[in-house]
């Protein structure tokens, strides 16, 4: 008894230190540092209806208790969120895998590399829980949701109250941060192998004709979770753009995005195909202007790394400069909608870059794809590195020994808890890169998010493969 109080004693005064270094460190920050606004927080402050509804409503809340302060409320609130997920979080950890302190510390290290890395490396040099923007909360909750997710995989429970958890957290995080609706995919798939896996597992020690009912409700059970939360969000989303602007509609400047993406590798000639005089006129208008200032695929060189920092640096001009700005007489003349009615116009603009993707994408698809593809090998190097030419190759190289580790692993025991938290994260990290790569460029601050989570899966895997290793020299020697 009295050796089980010491060992809790101990751990916990490993929790306490854990917990003071994070306090100490955003406590540091925050006394320090100062409300960073940035471009996006405007956005956020109006409640337009070009963002999500969680930041946007915490802002207005905030500014209700303090409007005078209400910027320093507010970063205040995330560096406290920061320390109490991110403590929460290695403590869970610790538990789960029975960590002892030395990478109990290693672990607190990582998971404050976002918040080093980015102002040093990142292009906008941002203190992630010192500026007005989603980050300063979502990079806080989301290994909390991922760890949920981890727990239904441990557990083999699809359904169960870890998977249901997981789920809200992700629907959640998606109110934040449109980006992270991936991660309701991500679940989804995730899931979906658990079902069907367990149905695999009963057909080894039962008739292999029984459960198949049962297997195919429980997976329709699922589907349904996931059209529902999908639906929820939609809902959520429609109402509070309907309550803040009169307008019912979902979170609009997507198609705007995705369709900067689409001009960037465009020629002049595929205009040709846009049937309408007037709209074909204006796209010429806008290609001209963009390729006078070399706003165009054909003016990147060097590789594949070059070529997506190239796109990476036309993008936001090619979206809210050349499209946005020389599209407001057009929409005004053809639509009746001007920039004083900002949200209408905004939607309008998205419908308006839906009907050009339409025309051109045919004429593209083969150019965007190979764009793309720049554009993702960029994101999978950022989401574990820096896109310097040497750290490309380490990038290859780390997921390389990820998909061996977790291989291995999972041949030597496929319950293996460190293999499964390596292969959801790397289905995690696809969906995010590759989704993200759809509307806007792979920048350090979309990617980070699963950076010290993959970091933390490839040692638990290692220490896992040398416990196997140090267990078969002592059975040989035996």
């Known amino acids: 008894m009295r050796d089980i109080f010491i060992g809790v004693c101990k751990r916990n005064r490993g929790n306490i230190l854990i917990g003071g270094i994070f306090t100490l460190f955003f406590g540091f920050l925050l006394i320090t540092g100062e409300p960073v606004y940035v471009g996006d927080t405007l956005q956020y402050e109006e409640q337009?209806?070009?963002?999500?509804?969680?930041?946007?409503?915490?802002i207005q809340f905030i500014r209700l208790i303090s409007p005078e302060k209400h910027y320093?409320?507010?970063?205040?609130?995330q560096n406290i969120l920061a320390a109490a997920a991110n403590t929460a979080f290695i403590i869970i950890l610790r538990k789960k895998f029975a960590l002892n302190m030395p990478v109990s510390l290693i672990f607190v290290v990582i998971q404050l590399m976002p918040h080093m890395m980015t102002p040093v490396f990142a292009r906008t040099h941002l203190m992630i829980t010192n500026s007005l923007m989603t980050e300063g909360i979502s990079c806080s909750v989301y290994p909390l949701a991922f760890l949920c997710l981890l727990n239904a995989v441990w557990l083999e429970k699809p359904l169960g109250k870890d998977s249901i958890?997981?789920?809200?957290?992700?629907?959640f995080i998606s109110l934040i941060r449109g980006q992270m609706m991936v991660m309701l995919v991500v679940w989804f798939c995730v899931m979906t192998v658990l079902v069907f896996e367990g149905r695999l597992n009963m057909c080894k020690v039962k008739d292999k004709g029984s459960g198949i009912k049962n297997t195919a409700k429980r997976w329709l059970l699922l589907l349904l979770m996931f059209v529902v939360a999908f639906?929820?969000?939609t809902v959520i989303v429609r109402v509070y753009n309907y309550c803040e602007s009169g307008l019912f509609v979902d979170t609009a400047s997507g198609k705007a995005m995705s369709f900067a993406n689409i001009l960037y590798v465009a020629d002049r000639e595929d205009g040709e195909a846009i049937e309408d005089e007037k709209l074909r006129a204006l796209f010429f208008e806008i290609y001209d202007a963009a390729d006078e200032d070399e706003m165009n695929y054909k003016y990147a060189e060097g590789g594949i790394i070059k070529r997506a920092e190239y796109h990476e640096y036309c993008h936001d001009k090619l979206n809210f400069i050349y499209f946005n700005e020389m599209s407001r007489d057009y929409i005004g003349e053809t639509r009746g909608i001007y920039v004083d009615r900002f949200d209408e116009f905004i939607i309008a603009l998205d419908d308006l870059a839906a009907e050009l993707s339409s025309y051109l994408m045919p004429r593209v698809f083969l150019r965007y794809a190979a764009n793309y593809i720049n554009i993702i090998a960029l994101g999978f190097v950022r989401t574990v590195?820096?896109?310097?030419?040497l750290l490309v190759w380490y990038a290859v190289a780390v997921y390389a020994a990820a998909v061996a580790l977790t291989i291995i692993l999972w041949h030597k025991n496929p319950k293996s808890r460190a293999a499964a938290f390596m292969a959801v994260l790397l289905l995690a990290i696809v969906g995010n890169v590759c989704a993200t790569a759809l509307m806007i460029q792979c920048i350090s601050r979309y990617m980070i998010y699963n950076l010290p989570l993959f970091y933390i899966a490839g040692i638990l895997e290692i220490l896992e493969l040398a416990r196997y290793r140090a267990a078969d020299k002592i059975e040989t020697v035996h």
Not at 72 to 77: A, S
Not at 165 to 171: C, D, E, G, I, N
């Open 48 to 58: 337009t209806v070009m963002r999500e509804p969680v930041y946007a409503l915490l």
């Open 165 to 171: 958890v997981a789920l809200l957290f992700f629907l």
């Open 231 to 233: 639906c929820a969000r």
């Open 72 to 77: 320093w409320f507010i970063i205040m609130l």
């Open 385 to 389: 590195a820096y896109e310097h030419w």
